[in-house]
């Protein structure tokens, strides 16, 4: 116990209490909002580990790129179908009203982003074991995330 320095507890803590803060603030994983939440993190948990291993952060490894990228190609359609017009839904989310003020605009992006991960899934299963020839269509997919979310995501 000594062995626990009181700088460390505070730590903890001030963790628990911030995780705590956010859990009151996730929306009902049932919900359509909850639902595509998901969806979105584990579009993240696929394209983080892509990025670092083409960035040397993460160890390059052909076969574990491979999988993700078959991943991101599995869940391309998955979050849109959680996108009913809103509503009266108060659940936390970060959808801008243009997602149903523009849904033409959306549905293009929708486009775009699919067809950068299919472009990135060719790449891969031609130069699986090349890094250099997968960052371009890498980046393509990211700036397609990024494009939706600056038109909109909050
Ligand atoms: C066609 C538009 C579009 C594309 C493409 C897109 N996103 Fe998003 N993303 C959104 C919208 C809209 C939200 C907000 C959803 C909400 O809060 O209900 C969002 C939310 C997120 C979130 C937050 C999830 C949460 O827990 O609140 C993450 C993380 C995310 N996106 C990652 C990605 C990644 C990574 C990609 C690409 C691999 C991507 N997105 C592609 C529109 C998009």
């Not at 394209?47 to 040397?56: H, I, K, N, T």
């Amino acid at each position: 116990m000594s062995h626990v320095s009181p700088l460390k507890l505070l730590g903890l803590t001030t963790l628990s209490i911030l995780l705590t803060a956010c859990g009151s603030q996730s929306a009902d994983p049932d919900s359509p909002e909850g639902q595509r939440q998901a969806a979105f993190t584990r579009m993240l948990n696929s394209s983080e580990p892509l990025d670092g291993m083409l960035r040397g952060r993460l160890a390059f490894d052909a076969d574990i790129f491979a999988a993700h990228v078959q991943r991101l190609v599995d869940m391309a359609d998955t979050p849109w179908e959680h996108f009913p017009e809103p509503g009266d839904s108060r659940q936390p989310n970060a959808a801008r009203p243009t997602v149903w003020s523009d849904a033409d605009g959306f549905a293009n992006a929708i486009e775009r982003y699919q067809l950068a991960v299919a472009e990135l899934a060719a790449a891969t299963a031609e130069q699986g074991d090349d890094p250099h020839a997968l960052r371009a269509p890498l980046t393509q997919v990211q700036q397609a995330c990024r494009g939706c979310h600056d038109d909109y995501r909050r």
